[in-house]
């Protein structure tokens, strides 16, 4: 009799938990199909409020508070864009709360460290003669760190990338410099295959951008 009622017992659990799994991935595919279309910085911050709840509900998932550091910093990028620069430290600052939340969780993902080179790039855009010196090499850091943990995946070099596109020739930046990475950033690109539909896979159109506004740049002897 015991034995029967602890396999019923294991099957309704097991039934409950596969329940919440679909509900989990659910809600998750719902914000990246927000979020693969967000455009403005409005709708990176409702993406980030639904990122947000699931993260409160599944303390356990690395992915829901990543992706809540992930629309802060793209809230935060969109400031930028519009020269608002100065209001884009409480939107770092939440990005990078929201990072570590999930670093503990997953201290081995090579998309945490990715990220959180692209949160201390954003420190160094409030005053970059001041910030430059301090952020820069931490951005490098926790992006070669990124390499390091998965050499195939393409953000870490798309985002030295940029880091090197958008500083001065005068400090080794500049189109031409940041060319072979941009290029290698697309390579990956094209044969990156995410771990599953709920893993990060962003930044290719960014990449591609960046590579014709180089091109572009060199063209014009800039």
């Not at 409005?42 to 699931?54: C, G, K, P, S, V």
């Not at 356990?60 to 802060?72: D, E, G, I, S, T």
């Not at 952020?135 to 850091?141: D, K, L, N, Q, R």
Request: hydrophobic residues 40%.
């Amino acid at each position: 009799m015991k034995k029967h009622i602890l396999i019923a017992v294991s099957f309704l659990f097991a039934i409950a938990l596969s329940a919440q799994n679909e509900r989990y991935t659910a809600a998750m595919q719902k914000g990246i199909t927000i979020l693969d279309t967000a455009r403005n910085t409005n709708t990176f911050l409702q993406t980030a409020n639904h990122f947000e709840r699931i993260a409160n509900a599944e303390k356990q998932a690395w992915l829901p508070n990543y992706y809540v550091a992930y629309c802060n910093m793209m809230v935060a990028t969109g400031l930028m864009q519009e020269e608002k620069v100065e209001q884009c430290g409480a939107y770092l600052d939440k990005a990078q709360t929201a990072l570590d939340a999930a670093k503990t969780l997953a201290s081995e993902e090579s998309d945490i460290y990715a990220l959180q080179g692209y949160i201390y790039q954003g420190r160094i855009w409030d005053n970059p003669m001041a910030n430059g010196a301090k952020y820069s090499p931490m951005s490098h850091a926790a992006l070669d760190k990124a390499i390091a943990i998965n050499d195939q995946n393409p953000r870490p070099y798309y985002l030295k990338g940029q880091n090197v596109l958008f500083t001065p020739v005068f400090y080794g930046g500049g189109s031409k410099n940041a060319m072979p990475l941009l290029q290698k950033a697309a390579e990956k690109f094209a044969a990156y295959q995410a771990p599953s539909p709920l893993h990060p896979n962003w930044g290719a159109g960014a990449n591609k951008w960046m590579i014709h506004h180089a091109e572009k740049s060199m063209k014009e002897g800039n």
